[in-house]
């Protein structure tokens, strides 16, 4: 049951992916959440973000931000990166996910979603039949601060330590 949660792989975040493995396994396209993915719950784009989006592009990769917020929060931060995005997307229903891979012209199988949610980036990933990264999050690292979802993940996350689905893009 869990299983629908459980991401491909689980790192400490998105500076510590390795791109390059996963575009010698054929990925061609990632699929970003912004807020306490790439950068704290509504900041700015930071120069290493913008930086990493430069690198990935030299790489041939094609980026698309998915995120439910609006659009002038998304071209906010878009300033000095060059992405394709969807907002107001409606994570994790799967049709915001499989019109993103349409929207960057590849298949599911050449997609990798990365988020810091298990509830919405993760499950809407895995029920679209996409790869998945999970990072950990930005931002709120006061245990009073936290919300019932951020418990609930890591009760998840627990199972998934333990589990035979961890390790599935990267040995």
Known sequence: ??????????????????????????FKGLIFDIDNTLVPHGADSTEQ???LFAKLHTLGFTTLLLSNNNRQRIER???????LYLEE???PHPACYL???????????EVVVI??????????????????????????YKKE??????????????FYSHSKYQHRLFH
């Not at 019109?99 to 199988?109: F, N």
């Open 1 to 26: 049951m869990l299983k629908c949660f459980y991401p491909y792989e689980y790192v400490e975040d998105v500076f510590s992916i390795d791109y390059q493995a996963l575009r010698d396994k054929g």
């Open 49 to 51: 973000v913008d930086s």
């Open 77 to 83: 931060f878009i300033a000095n990166i060059d992405t």
């Open 89 to 91: 997307a409606g994570k």
């Open 99 to 109: 019109k993103a891979v349409e929207m960057m012209r590849l298949t599911k199988g």
């Open 115 to 140: 988020g810091d949610q298990l509830f919405t980036d993760i499950f809407g990933a895995n029920r679209s039949g996409l790869a998945s990264i999970l990072v950990k999050y930005i931002g709120f």
């Open 145 to 158: 601060k936290k919300g019932i979802r951020r418990n609930l993940e890591k009760i998840v996350l627990k």
